[in-house]
Every structure is written in structure tokens, then in C-alpha cells.
């Protein structure tokens, strides 16, 4: 791949991760879902308009994707942010049956808008404050294989942590659950374990060069990908247990899909934090 279609492609990747680091919880809400589908369309475009205007600050302080500052070029990359982030809230909303054949299309459009404002900020963030910078990615000393796999598995519990349990006492998560078809989680455990890859190992945040290079038996892509989604579920099935929205009493398959619809912001959490720790 060229130079230039690797650089833009990594914008775009590090923007879709961004949008779902950053907007995840609010995309969780059920104010947001409510908001989306009771709001007059010109409310709706005043949204749009503000969202445009937040991410045209952000990228001309520090620019979407490396490009020259000028204010086409500012007017074309805030236009992009709030591409990704409608693209991002598309897919999330699709997965969480929030949007779909069986929703009216003025409330699908209308949640699309609502939640294109956080993401697209997110997006917009990623690349302004976290895009990396040239030659700071130098290898290091580098730990063992198993003590690298354990700062991993250490790093995702605590990202893990940090957006589970603000989400897991909310009433979201369990009607999310019971309202989910089978299908509806399987592409929600697919889309977990490929965001949490893209974050870590697609967009290029901290230190994406010496991650790749690490070897053992957790530290290839796939294998820490995997393992990291169980620990993100472990966690997620702590907090519904701590936050008594699951118990002993509460059947399999109710423990099963709740811990997989907190797991999606849980893994996003844990592969921010390996990603950026």
C-alpha cells in the first residue's frame, strides 16, 4: 500500500476508534435513543450544524488528517469527521437493533443524527490529540513475553473497569438484552472483538510498532484480541453482579446476553487503556 493510501487509511482508522473510545457511553443511552426520535427536524439540523462547527475548531487546531491548513481544507476534513461519526453510529445503532427494516425511518434518522455528534467529536479528538508523532514509537528494552501479556491483561481490566462500571447500574443495559436477537449478539460480540483490534493494532495510538513486534503466547493480534474480550467480559460480569442487576436467581441465558451487551463498552475501554498505556 503507498505511502499516501497508509496515511489515509490510518486516518480514518484511528477516527473510528476515537468515535468509539470517547462517544461510546452516550450512544448507550436511553435520553440519547428518546432525544433522536422525538426531536423536530430543524432541532435535529441545529445538532448537525453544531456538531459541524465543533469538529471544524478541533481539526483546524490540529487537523484531521495531515493536510495543509487552509479553510477548504479544514471545511473537507470536518466534513469527514462527521462522516465517520454518522458511519460509526450507523453501525453501533444496526447492532443494537436501536435502528433497522422494523424502525420508522424518521426516528432511524434522527438517532443517526444524535449520535453523530459524540462520535464525531471523538473522531475528530483521536486524531487531533492522539495521532502519533514521527519517530516516538522507538522499541525500548521491552518486557518478557509473560510479563508483557500480564501488563496487557492488567491494562484491560483497568480500561475495562472504567466504562463498565459507569454503565452497568443504567436500566440500559438489561432492556438492550432482553430486546436483542441472536443474531443482533452475535454481531455485537463480532463487532466488540474488531473494534478492540482496530484499536489497538489498527490506529496506530502509543506504541503500535513495538506492540506488533512482541512475542509470547498472548501477544499476537489475534490471540490478545481474544483473550483481552474474555478478561472485558469477566469485568463486565463483576459489575452486573456488583451493581445487583445480575444474581444467582436470574437465568443463564439473562447473565449470558447482559455480560455481552456491557462487554461491547467494557472491551472498547480495555483496548483504549492497552492502546494508549
Not at 500500500?1 to 480514518?12: H, I, K, N
Not at 466534513?79 to 432511524?108: C, F, K, M, N, Y
Not at 483490534?197 to 510498532?209: C, D, K, L, M, P
Amino acid at each position: 500500500m503507498s505511502g499516501g493510501w497508509r496515511a489515509e487509511l490510518d486516518g480514518y482508522t484511528r477516527a473510528l476508534a476515537g468515535a468509539f473510545i470517547f462517544g461510546i457511553p452516550l450512544v448507550m443511552t436511553m435520553e440519547m435513543w428518546w432525544v433522536g426520535t422525538h426531536l423536530e427536524p430543524l432541532k435535529l439540523a441545529g445538532l448537525l450544524a453544531f456538531g459541524f462547527a465543533a469538529n471544524l475548531a478541533l481539526v483546524h487546531v490540529s487537523g484531521f488528517k495531515d493536510k495543509d491548513r487552509t479553510l477548504v481544507s479544514d471545511l473537507e476534513q470536518a466534513l469527514e469527521a462527521v462522516a465517520v461519526g454518522a458511519a460509526a453510529a450507523t453501525i453501533v445503532l444496526l447492532v443494537l437493533d436501536r435502528i433497522g427494516p422494523g424502525h420508522p425511518l424518521h426516528a432511524s434518522v434522527g438517532l443517526i443524527v444524535v449520535q453523530t455528534i459524540p462520535l464525531s467529536i471523538g473522531a475528530s479528538f483521536a486524531n487531533a490529540i492522539l495521532r502519533p508523532a514521527e519517530g516516538t514509537d522507538s522499541a525500548g528494552p521491552g518486557r518478557s513475553p509473560w510479563r508483557e501479556s500480564v501488563f496487557d491483561l492488567g491494562a484491560t481490566a483497568v480500561g475495562a473497569v472504567f466504562l463498565s462500571f459507569s454503565i452497568a447500574p443504567t436500566e440500559e443495559i438489561p432492556m438492550l438484552a432482553a430486546e436483542l436477537s441472536l443474531a443482533h449478539l452475535a454481531a455485537l460480540i463480532a463487532l466488540s472483538l474488531v473494534v478492540g483490534y482496530a484499536i489497538v493494532f489498527e490506529s496506530r495510538f502509543g506504541r503500535y510498532e513495538q506492540r506488533r513486534a512482541q512475542q509470547g503466547p498472548f501477544q499476537d493480534p489475534i490471540g490478545e484480541t481474544a483473550l483481552s474480550y474474555v478478561v472485558s467480559l469477566a469485568i463486565a460480569f463483576v459489575a452486573l453482579v456488583l451493581f445487583d442487576q445480575l444474581g444467582a436467581a436470574d437465568p443463564v441465558h439473562e447473565m449470558v446476553t447482559e455480560t455481552i451487551v456491557l462487554g461491547f463498552p467494557a472491551t472498547i475501554g480495555g483496548a483504549a487503556s492497552r492502546a494508549l498505556i
